[in-house]
Nanobody, 126 residues
Framework: QVQLVESGGGLVQAGGSLRLSCAASGRPFSNYAMGWFRQAPGKERDFVAAINWSGGRPTYGDSVKGRFTISRDNAKNTVYLQMNSLRPEDTAVYYC???????????????????WGQGTQVTVSS
């Protein structure tokens, strides 16, 4: 049974930083792309960042480019999202996700992901 568990969310002032973690279990982590998405109240789930199975070719949503960094540690079965220069509009529930098939590139489309975590709340105050 595949499980994804996010952690690291919280309340931070604008301009601050947070690092989110997503611990995966249930299958060989290193074989699968990972993605981060976020959803603010009343809005659709948006793509944030993705990384392919080997750790290369990270991709980012336009609103987070230059501020967020996705990385993975296959030895720890964990993917990270380092968030710097946070803004109030970054406030959302952040989800990590992983696709059904191995050896794929990280997609920007949420329907390409099969497994999802429960989410972690990030709140940025102005």
């Amino acid at each position: 049974q595949v499980q994804l568990v996010e952690s690291g969310g919280g309340l931070v002032q604008a301009g601050g930083s947070l690092r989110l973690s997503c611990a995966a279990s249930g299958r060989p982590f290193s074989n699968y792309a990972m993605g981060w998405f976020r959803q603010a109240p009343g809005k659709e789930r948006d793509f944030v960042a993705a990384i392919n199975w080997s750790g290369g070719r990270p991709t980012y949503g336009d609103s987070v480019k230059g501020r967020f960094t996705i990385s993975r540690d296959n030895a720890k079965n964990t993917v990270y999202l380092q968030m710097n220069s946070l803004r109030p509009e970054d406030t959302a529930v952040y989800y990590c996700a992983s696709p059904w098939s191995p050896y794929s590139s990280g997609s920007t489309y949420s329907d390409r992901y099969y497994y999802w975590g429960q989410g972690t709340q990030v709140t940025v105050s102005s």
